[in-house]
């Protein structure tokens, strides 16, 4: 399986719009509440590396859900943190 990281969000955007889980109604508290949700599962998951890893996944995939749920590009907004990152990561070399 090999596909683009914007296909797979959109693919996982239409198929939870599907089942009724994101519609126009749904506002940025309900995704909050899921993501409460899916920390818990994540603490609760401990220990077990595989469900774990899941559970992580599942957060982000909602996180990504309600970045575009809001009108974003949720890759082009990973794409600022990413260099945010980058440029943290070099000036801290510069301060070492």
């Given at each position: 399986?090999k596909?683009?990281?914007?296909?797979?969000?959109n693919?996982s955007?239409s198929a939870?719009?599907?089942?009724?889980?994101i519609t126009?109604d749904t506002?940025?508290?309900?995704?909050?509440?899921k993501?409460?949700e899916?920390?818990?599962?994540?603490?609760?998951?401990?220990g077990?590396e595989?469900?774990?890893v899941?559970?992580c996944?599942?957060?982000?995939t909602?996180?990504?859900?309600?970045?575009?749920?809001l009108g974003?590009?949720?890759?082009?907004?990973f794409?600022k943190?990413?260099?945010?990152?980058?440029?943290?990561?070099?000036n801290?070399?510069?301060?070492?």
């Open positions: 399986m596909y683009k990281m914007d296909q797979l969000i693919r955007y939870i719009k599907g089942r009724g889980l126009e506002i940025e508290s309900d995704f909050f509440l993501m409460k899916e920390l818990k599962e994540i603490a609760d998951s401990y077990n595989k469900h774990y899941e559970e996944i599942d957060l982000a909602v996180c990504f859900m309600q970045v575009l749920h974003y590009n949720p890759i082009k907004e794409e943190v990413v260099l945010k990152n980058e440029k943290r990561a070099i801290h070399k510069k301060y070492k």
